[in-house]
């Protein structure tokens, strides 16, 4: 683990940040837990319940409205990067590589992921593809730089794979995807996820490699899961088979904009408790003086937290 100063109210405080290593050394320990996260303030309600947060290249899809995640590009990464990694003070922060960036050569990908490192100042990056990226892997790790794998549905290849269908549903499937994960992890990734995979194909590359396996659709039998937050929170609009929603949070961001809307339109808000009023005594132009500190004629209260 490391430690980083953070300043809070009460001055700077140790933080132990998790390192790639102590995510890999919890295979066969304890399930990793994980969540997908674009913002600071989403990273620091996830942070003490995850062991790492991805700031995955589905922030393409979820927040800023492309089809798929092959348009996204690394400055949309960095700048969500960076936020996650202000709001995270515990869990490792992970980078998605976005397509384009890393597929052509080690040492372009070495050149983006090291700007991706030092502008983030995130612990890990995670890049698509199994055999193809194991040089690319091994290249990287060896020049410092953490390296998570992602098989099975790679999103990045919607194109190429003509849809996100799950892997491994077949069993002559299975041998092309265990040498996947098998090279990954020879090659130095500390861990990888598994994406919309069959349940006893993930069973079996969790046994077979000795980094842990991530699960996204890809069962229980994965060392940890991973969802997309919006997914599981309830706010997307359409969500994959192996999402649970834990929340209704688009539901209730409904309901209050909708009952601000009603309220804005019927004049019952703002009320005088969201309200300032005149200093006490202050004069009004072209008001009565003894009117002074109301406004319309109403009372109003002091603000409770009065911020600008
Ligand atoms: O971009 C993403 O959200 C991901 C997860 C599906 C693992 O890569």
């Given at each position: ?109 070495f050149?983006?992921a ?25 290249y990287l790790v060896?020049?410092?730089i953490?390296v ?161």
């Amino acid at each position: 683990m490391s430690v980083h100063s953070s300043a809070g109210a009460s001055g700077p405080q140790k933080v132990k940040r998790l390192m790639a290593p102590d995510i890999q050394a919890k295979k066969g320990v304890e399930p990793i837990v994980s969540l997908t996260s674009y913002h600071a303030h989403t990273a620091a309600i996830a942070d003490p319940y995850c062991d790492f947060l991805l700031v995955g290249d589905s922030l393409g899809m979820v927040m800023h409205g492309y089809e798929t995640t092959v348009p996204v590009p690394l400055e949309l990464m960095i700048m969500h990067g960076r936020a996650v990694v202000r709001g995270a003070r515990r869990a490792l922060v992970v980078v998605d590589m976005p397509f384009g960036t890393y597929e052509e050569s080690p040492s372009v990908a070495f050149r983006n992921a090291a700007r991706v490192m030092k502008e983030t100042d995130c612990g890990a990056v995670k890049l698509e593809g199994g055999r193809r990226m194991a040089e690319t892997i091994r290249y990287l790790v060896d020049r410092g730089i953490p390296v998570m794998a992602h098989i099975g549905l790679t999103p990045q290849s919607i194109n190429v794979i003509g849809g996100f269908r799950a892997q491994g549903r077949v069993e002559a499937q299975w041998a092309a995807i265990e040498e996947d994960a098998r090279q990954v992890a020879d090659a130095g990734a500390f861990s990888v996820v598994l994406e919309a995979m069959a349940e006893p194909l993930a069973a079996r590359i969790t046994r077979a490699i000795d980094i842990p396996t991530i699960g996204i659709g890809a069962s229980a039998a994965c060392d940890g899961q991973i969802l997309v937050m919006e997914d599981m929170l309830g706010l997307s609009p359409r969500v994959p088979k192996f999402v649970k929603e834990f929340g209704a949070i688009g539901a209730a961001i409904d309901s209050a904009i909708r009952g601000y809307a009603d309220e804005v339109r019927a004049r019952t808000f703002p009320t005088p408790e969201h309200t300032y009023a005149m200093k006490s005594g202050a004069p009004v132009a072209g008001e009565d003086p003894a009117s002074a500190g109301t406004k319309s004629g109403r009372a109003t209260k002091k603000p409770k937290t009065p911020s600008t």
